[in-house]
């Protein structure tokens, strides 16, 4: 059974960058009908996707966070990572990575998510 | 950006039928997919590519789509379908992801 495990940071000042990064366990990131993703939810508030990453790093931005956003893949130790910075207090909210299918070379769905991690950047 | 449309909130008695729709203008060319959140967990998926079900997602939870909307039906309402409904799909290039703005289910 795939799970995902994000790394939990916690706490981010303002102005720095909030690194991530979620463990695959139970199945391979080297895998070329799925990429892997990222999808945040600010407190109270709907899902938002972030952005996403195929095992040979190609990635897929959303253009709300592009110029801060930065996702790679470590196919040796099996996981994918977030960089984000010059974080604000708008960027709080609990970031979710899952495993994204593909259907005939378009984004499909998400099909297996980690629990979730709350960032917090203090206003 | 792309978006795609749900109604904030939906409420039905247990037993009776809830839909939430979807509305977007790239449905007619892109699928629909759907998925439950419970308080405090993270989301499931109950339906995908329109009208698929999952292994483990019971029967009564069905999904259409025509033109820009799409339909999640619930049938037979219980109180542990209450929650949080979202829809998602992807612009016409298919490499942009959205998803509605949820919608709220409660079971009277």
Not at chain 1, 3 to 18: D, H, I, K, N, W
Not at chain 2, 33 to 47: L, S
Request: net charge neutral.
């Amino acid at each position: 059974q795939l799970q995902l495990q994000e790394s939990a940071p916690g706490l981010v000042r303002p102005s720095e960058t909030l690194s991530l990064t979620c463990s695959v366990s139970g199945g391979s990131v080297s895998s070329s009908t799925y990429y892997w993703a990222w999808i945040r939810q600010p407190p109270g508030r709907g899902l938002e996707w972030v952005g996403s990453v195929s095992y040979t790093g190609l990635t897929h931005y959303n253009p709300s966070v592009a110029s801060r956003l930065t996702l790679s893949v470590d196919t040796t130790k099996n996981r994918f990572s977030l960089r984000l910075s010059s974080v604000t207090a708008a960027d709080t909210a609990v970031y979710y990575c899952a495993r994204l299918a593909l259907a005939g070379g378009y984004y499909s769905h998400f099909d297996h998510w980690g629990q979730g991690t709350l960032v917090t950047v203090p206003s | 950006s792309y978006e795609v449309t749900q109604p904030p909130s939906v409420s039905v008695s247990p037993g009776q039928t809830a839909r939430i729709t979807c509305s977007g203008d790239a449905l007619p060319r892109q699928y629909v997919f759907w998925y439950q959140q419970k308080a405090g967990q993270a989301p499931m998926i109950v339906i995908y590519k329109d009208s698929e079900r999952p292994s483990g997602i019971p029967e009564r939870f069905s999904g259409s789509s025509s033109g820009t909307e799409a339909t999640l039906t619930i049938s037979g309402v219980q109180a542990e379908d209450e929650g949080d409904y979202y829809c998602q799909s992807v612009d016409n290039i298919g490499t942009y992801v959205t998803f509605g703005g949820g919608t709220k289910l409660t079971v009277l």
